[in-house]
Structures are given as structure tokens and as C-alpha cells.
Antibody, heavy 117, light 110 residues
Framework: EVHLVESGGGFVQPGGSLRLSCAASGFTFSTYWMNWVRQAPGKGLEWVATIDSDGSEKRYVDSVKGRFTISRDNAKNALYLQMNGLGDEDTAVYFC??????????WGQGSLVTVSS | QSALTQPPSASGSPGQSVTISCAGTSSDVGGYNYVSWYQQHPGKAPKLMIYEVSKRPSGVPDRFSGSKSGNTASLTVSGLQAEDEADYYCSSRAGSTNIVFGTGTKVTVL
């Protein structure tokens, strides 16, 4: 059974940084593209970033380019999202998701990031 | 990249059908057969219901079906049941930005 467990969320002041982690199990992590998707309170889903299976290709939504970095450690079955220069608009639940051909097959339970002074 | 357009709400009585639209452009919905639909209950993670326009993952009831015409995709839920009350989101491959989601539709079972 696939398990994705996010951690690292919390409160952070505007301009601050946070690093999210996603621990994966139940599948061969190193062979799948992985995504981060976020959902602001009461709002819809927004794709944030994608990383290919070996970490060589990374893509971001325009609003986080230059501030967020997606990475992975295939030896540890772990996905990361380094978030710098956080603003109010980044307040959201962040989900990690396993991708197969542009569909999110499995999702974690999410990690809440709150940006507030 | 703009979000795909969905109606904010849809409703139907138990046993009836409801259809949700997902309008995009030739750069996303119209350009690829990589349209997916997700169901999300309050406080829960989304669940994949339809992929590649009309395919159902194992375990998803055949009451859920998908289609596409031009730049608009649709999800139909037939034989509505109480547990189908949830938010539904479409998504599509979208060229350079990889994936774009729809605005979401709240389905109410009357």
C-alpha cells in the first residue's frame, strides 16, 4: 500500500523559510515523478512543483519560481520542498503526490503552512 | 497559466445524474488527452476518480464517467449517492507548466 506522509509545516513570519518533507513507502520511489500541490484555506487545488524520477528535471508554477525548490533523495525515499521568501499568499495545505502521466495517483494527508506575523 | 473553469456548484437528488464541465483552452484540455478528475471530501486529500479523459482507476464505481469535446471536459456522476457529496476538481496537462487544476465544483446531493 502506498503511503505518503508530509511533515515540516507550521507557522512562519512573512519573508521566512520552511522546508517540507514527504516520506514515501509502498512503491519504488525512484521510478516516479513527484509533485507538490497546495490548497489555500477554502480554496481550490494549485499545482506547485514537479520533479522527475532522478531529480534532473524540475518545474514550478510561476508564482513560486525563484523562491521554492523541489528536490528528492531516492536513497531515503524522500521528497522535499524548500520554501523561501514566504508571503501571505503561500498559506495553504501542501500535499505531496505521486504522478503517473500527468495524473496524481496517490496523495499524502497534507501539511499546513501558515504565513503570518 | 490560468485555472480551468468549472461551475461553482451542482446538485441532484439521490439516483439522479449530475454533469460537471471543465473548460480550458487548446493549450491544455483541448491539446492533450490527459484530463483527470478528483473527488475531495472536507478535510481529506483528493482522490483520483478519472484519468486520461475517461479511464477509471481500480475501485472507482462505474457510476463515474468522463468525456471531452474540444476544449471542454466533463464528469458525469450517475445514480447519485449520499457519499458522492464532495468537491470535484478537474486537471489537465498544460504544456510548459505541467499541470493545471480546475476551479472546483461542490456537488450537493439533495
Amino acid at each position: 500500500e502506498v503511503h505518503l506522509v508530509e511533515s515540516g509545516g507550521g507557522f512562519v513570519q512573512p519573508g521566512g523559510s520552511l522546508r517540507l518533507s514527504c516520506a514515501a513507502s509502498g512503491f519504488t520511489f525512484s521510478t516516479y515523478w513527484m509533485n507538490w500541490v497546495r490548497q489555500a484555506p477554502g480554496k481550490g487545488l494549485e499545482w506547485v512543483a514537479t520533479i522527475d524520477s532522478d531529480g534532473s528535471e524540475k518545474r514550478y508554477v510561476d508564482s513560486v519560481k525563484g523562491r521554492f525548490t523541489i528536490s528528492r533523495d531516492n536513497a531515503k525515499n524522500a521528497l522535499y520542498l524548500q520554501m523561501n521568501g514566504l508571503g501571505d499568499e503561500d498559506t495553504a495545505v501542501y500535499f505531496c503526490a505521486r504522478e503517473e502521466w500527468f495524473r496524481e495517483v496517490d496523495w499524502g494527508q497534507g501539511s499546513l503552512v501558515t504565513v503570518s506575523s | 497559466q490560468s485555472a480551468l473553469t468549472q461551475p461553482p456548484s451542482a446538485s441532484g437528488s439521490p439516483g439522479q445524474s449530475v454533469t460537471i464541465s471543465c473548460a480550458g483552452t487548446s493549450s491544455d484540455v483541448g491539446g492533450y488527452n490527459y484530463v483527470s478528475w478528483y473527488q475531495q471530501h472536507p478535510g481529506k486529500a483528493p482522490k483520483l476518480m478519472i484519468y486520461e479523459v475517461s479511464k477509471r482507476p481500480s475501485g472507482v464505481p462505474d457510476r463515474f464517467s468522463g468525456s471531452k469535446s474540444g476544449n471542454t471536459a466533463s464528469l458525469t456522476v450517475s445514480g447519485l449517492q449520499a457519499e458522492d457529496e464532495a468537491d470535484y476538481y478537474c486537471s489537465s496537462r498544460a504544456g510548459s507548466t505541467n499541470i493545471v487544476f480546475g476551479t472546483g465544483t461542490k456537488v450537493t446531493v439533495l
